[in-house]
């Protein structure tokens, strides 16, 4: 193979394997962001289902029934 100097061979070209690493650890840092935020509502707001606080139920009242509204004979 014809070489031009410098260590480079004709027809080679040096791959770039260090670019990217700071998309990467961007998407790790944010990846871990949303999972400690995540975690801190989740533990400020959770409650054991055995929590005396807790609403009991669902927390839902039942609706009432609908009074029946009368009959029109047309449109």
């Known amino acids: ?3 031009h100097g410098g ?3 004709a027809g080679y070209t040096p791959a770039r394997t260090n ?7 961007l998407v790790v840092l944010l990846a871990v ?6 975690w801190t ?3 400020n707001t959770y409650r054991e289902p055995t929590d005396p606080l807790a609403p009991a139920g669902s927390g ?3 609706a009432a029934p609908a009074a029946a509204a009368p009959a029109t004979g047309g449109h």
């Open 1 to 3: 193979m014809a070489s």
């Open 7 to 9: 260590g480079h061979v």
């Open 19 to 25: 670019q990217g690493w700071g998309i990467a650890l």
């Open 33 to 38: 962001t949303c999972w400690v935020g995540a």
């Open 41 to 43: 509502i989740h533990r």
């Open 60 to 62: 839902h009242e039942p």
